[in-house]
């Protein structure tokens, strides 16, 4: 169990539609990273937040966007829905930005229809 | 070329084989090594993590790092039905843990 909890487990929404998915972590784990697994293939990089401040962004355009909070929460927003958004989105925690490794969620299954 | 390929398999063993898990990579900048392990419907479960080159052992689990050939290993001993899973390895330069770039991934089965 890596105390970080994912909601939804499921989604489906339409094409241009807008989604929000959320992510809380354990205490203390100031950094959190989300990663966009398609079917198939491994988890890509999406952004990172460290102290609700980004820190660093993967080759994603800016309709996916994203907030952490002070409680350790966190959230992924994705404006004007592609089909090719359909995916597992997954949230991960450390407990700082270099040294230690990343636990995973089990992940929101995104649809996109 | 991609920064990180992986043979995506799949790989069908008996139950008790050993287990070999390859990767290779192109970015001689990967400072941190990292194996998960990701059964169906659930988020990847860190197994490994190691830093620069050599070896860590943890109970079955071997993982080898050869930075000079840019080549990574994960060893299963004595393999069971329950390790059948799908196994990612990933790697970072460091300074941003976040940023993992990852394979795509083997999936084993272990059969009784």
């Given at each position: 169990?890596?105390?970080?909890?994912?909601?939804?487990?499921?989604?489906?929404?339409?094409?241009?539609?807008?989604?929000?998915?959320?992510?809380?972590?354990?205490?203390?784990?100031?950094?959190?990273?989300?990663?966009?697994?398609?079917?198939?293939?491994?988890?890509?990089?999406?952004?990172?937040?460290?102290?609700e401040e980004e820190n660093g962004r993967g080759n994603f355009p800016p309709r996916f966007s994203g907030l952490q909070f002070p409680n350790y929460?966190?959230?992924?927003?994705?404006?004007?829905?592609?089909l090719d958004d359909s995916a597992l989105y997954l949230c991960a925690s450390s407990t700082d930005r270099y040294n230690s490794p990343?636990?995973?969620?089990?992940?929101?299954r995104l649809t996109v229809t | 070329q991609k920064e990180v390929e992986q043979d995506p398999g799949p790989l069908s063993v008996p139950e008790g084989a050993i287990v070999s898990l390859n990767c290779t990579y192109s970015n001689s900048a990967f400072q941190y090594f990292m194996w998960y392990r990701q059964y169906s419907r659930k988020g990847p479960e860190l197994l490994m993590y190691t830093y620069s080159s050599g070896n860590k052992e943890d109970g079955r689990f071997t993982a080898q790092v050869d930075k000079s050939s840019k080549y990574i290993s994960l060893f299963i001993r004595d393999s069971q039905p329950s390790d059948s899973a799908?196994?990612?390895?990933?790697?970072?330069?460091?300074?941003?843990?976040?940023n993992l770039i990852f394979g795509k991934g083997t999936k084993l089965s272990v059969k009784p």
């Open positions: 169990e890596t105390g970080v909890t994912q909601s939804p487990t499921h989604l489906i929404k339409t094409r241009g539609q807008q989604v929000t998915l959320r992510c809380s972590s354990q205490s203390g784990h100031n950094t959190v990273s989300w990663y966009q697994q398609a079917l198939g293939q491994g988890p890509q990089f999406i952004f990172q937040y460290y102290r929460s966190s959230e992924l927003n994705v404006n004007a829905l592609e990343l636990h995973f969620g089990n992940g929101t | 799908t196994y990612l390895c990933a790697m970072s330069e460091g300074g941003s843990q976040g």
